[in-house]
């Protein structure tokens, strides 16, 4: 049940993360924000470690296969898309299409066991969740 409610805190430190983000992106520029925001999360991150964690900062460069490293890159990545998609469709269509792409593509990586997740079999119903929740963005959509 914790994981639920984390997830619902993620969810929604995401959505409103977003507006916040394409508000800075107004007055500073698309870059200059996600510098912004990569640079305070990592002042937060250093803080956290130092009060709860401490564990070797070289540990990181053992993972193995070293792709895996690339989750900050990505997150730029994820940084620039969340503002730009926010900025075009607005906040309520953006985290539609963005959580629906998460969804799908956690489905799939768990599908064919990419990445090293265990490979899950195949399921009618998360199929049938798939098209409804997909149906859901197009009839969000159209309504609007």
Do not use: H
């Amino acid at each position: 049940m914790l994981g639920f409610w984390i997830g619902i805190l993620s969810g929604l430190c995401m959505s409103v993360q977003g507006v916040f983000n394409t508000q800075v992106t107004k007055s500073s520029g698309i870059w200059v924000a996600n510098i912004f925001v990569q640079a305070t999360a990592l002042l937060v991150c250093i803080a956290a470690w130092l009060i709860t964690d401490r564990s070797s900062l070289t540990a990181v460069f053992k993972v193995e296969p070293k792709y895996m490293l690339l989750g900050g890159a990505i997150g730029a990545v994820i940084t620039y898309t969340v503002i730009k998609s926010m900025e075009l469709l607005g906040p309520a269509k953006a985290v539609m299409v963005i959580v629906v792409a998460q969804l799908l593509v956690a489905w799939l990586i768990e599908l064919f066991g990419l990445f090293g997740v265990e490979k899950q079999e195949f399921q009618i119903t998360r199929l049938i969740g798939m098209a409804l929740a997909i149906g859901g963005i197009i009839l969000f959509k159209w309504n609007s």
